[in-house]
């Protein structure tokens, strides 16, 4: 039943506009309250996380094209660390010294 919804939900690739392969929809989690599924794309390999939440009045569908795969996207969902404006400052001062950012990363 999930995995059906979201096949009727999302039909085709927002970016390109095939029609997806509803045999490669991966149902990453789901409750009584809502469903996770992701979507990649077999000509463009756009990925798609959708998120459908049942509410008493009906249903919702949220899409968010991403470069994620399935399980990346589990991984950070699972995470409990947040970014915090301490790591964004930090970040801008970083970056903002002019430094080769790529090679500092490394």
């Known amino acids: 039943m999930d995995n059906l919804i979201s ?12 029609n997806y392969n509803h045999s490669k929809v991966k ?12 979507f990649k794309c077999q000509k463009c ?3 798609v996380a959708m998120k459908a939440v049942f509410m008493p009045t009906g ?11 399935a399980d990346e996207i589990m991984r950070f969902k699972n995470n409990n660390e947040s970014i915090t404006s301490s790591d964004v400052l930090y970040m801008y001062d970083f970056m903002k010294q002019g430094e080769d950012v790529l090679k500092e990363i490394k």
């Open 27 to 38: 149902l990453l989690e789901a409750n009584d309250s809502y469903i996770l599924s992701y």
């Open 59 to 69: 249903m919702i569908g949220q899409a968010v094209i991403t470069d994620l795969e």
């Open 45 to 47: 390999e756009t990925g």
């Open 7 to 18: 096949k009727k939900l999302l039909q085709k690739c927002p970016v390109c506009g095939e």
